[in-house]
Nanobody, 118 residues
Framework: QVQLVESGGGLVQAGGSLRLSCAASGSMFSINVMGWYRQAPGKQRELVADITSGGSTNYADSVKGRFTISRDNAKKTVYPEMNSLKPEDTAVYFC????????????WGKGTLVTVSS
């Protein structure tokens, strides 16, 4: 079992920056991918970015060039650095960790709210 604790959300003006973090606890032995999703009001949850244990990254087109995801395997933590934030980035951001070999190993955090004011 894996538990995830997110932090770093809040209110920021358009053009500003925020850095979220997600700390995992429990057995991460089979976990390959750590990432972030977001869900805006009235919309489906969507991938923001993820990163494999080998460091390969994947970004949504809407955040490419503005967001950078990184991870610290020793600390079992994943960080998205979010720059040039836009009002449309406003959403609840959820941390996710999963195994690409075992779909049962797919864990979610409770979410942290990011609000970008215009």
């Amino acid at each position: 079992q894996v538990q995830l604790v997110e932090s770093g959300g809040g209110l920021v003006q358009a053009g500003g920056s925020l850095r979220l973090s997600c700390a995992a606890s429990g057995s991460m032995f089979s976990i390959n991918v750590m990432g972030w999703y977001r869900q805006a009001p009235g919309k489906q949850r969507e991938l923001v970015a993820d990163i494999t244990s080998g460091g390969s990254t994947n970004y949504a087109d809407s955040v490419k060039g503005r967001f950078t995801i990184s991870r610290d395997n020793a600390k079992k933590t994943v960080y998205p650095e979010m720059n040039s934030l836009k009002p449309e980035d406003t959403a609840v951001y959820f941390c996710n960790v999963r195994s690409i070999l075992d779909e049962r190993m797919n864990y979610w955090g409770k979410g942290t709210l990011v609000t970008v004011s215009s």
